[in-house]
């Protein structure tokens, strides 16, 4: 049987097994799948659905988007998007509203960033894309516990118009 260009992700999916001190049996259990088909899936000779990712990524403890990565999935700009959220979600140092500031913020930057790539004039495009994003983060931040308003503030002026302007 021809491998499907698989060999990357089977390479990486034996290394990380072999690294969690886990035999293919047991990996196969702890994922809820078959022995021979996750042998298969290591030498390169099935694709495994997103969900049998999920699945050993769980069984493995890593991160199942590295797994999508490498599977051909998820971009690797997605990943990274996806890890960074997942990161700021399970920071448990952070309030729950501290979290979906941050995240607002992020997502305010993306866009702004994108925009400004995509078009001569960045100003232009970032302030029709960005208050949505960026101007939810404004008022939320710092009315209660601070650290959302300093982390808005603290990127530069860029986002005080954008608040006012959706007052």
């Not at 699945?55 to 998820?74: C, D, N, P």
């Not at 700009?77 to 920071?91: N, W, Y």
């Not at 960033?113 to 302030?127: H, I």
């Not at 009315?143 to 990127?155: F, R, S, V």
């Amino acid at each position: 049987m021809a491998s499907l260009n698989m060999g990357n992700l089977g390479e990486y999916l034996r290394e990380q097994r072999r690294h969690a001190q886990l035999s293919l049996r047991q990996l196969a259990e702890a994922a809820g799948v078959s022995n021979p088909y996750l042998s298969q899936i290591e030498r390169g000779l099935r694709k495994p659905s997103a969900d049998v990712l999920q699945q050993v990524a769980k069984a493995l403890r890593i991160s199942a988007e590295t797994l999508y990565v490498r599977a051909g999935i998820l971009d690797e700009r997605q990943r990274d998007e996806l890890e960074t959220r997942a990161v700021i979600l399970s920071d448990p140092s952070l309030t729950e509203r501290q979290k979906q500031v941050l995240l607002q913020i992020y997502e305010s930057f993306r866009r702004e960033n994108a925009a400004g790539n995509a078009a001569e004039n960045p100003r232009g495009n970032a302030a029709e894309g960005g208050p949505g994003a960026g101007g939810g983060a404004g008022p939320q931040g710092g009315t209660d516990d601070g650290a959302g308003g300093g982390a808005a503030e603290g990127h530069g002026a860029d986002d005080v118009p954008l608040k006012r302007d959706e007052r």
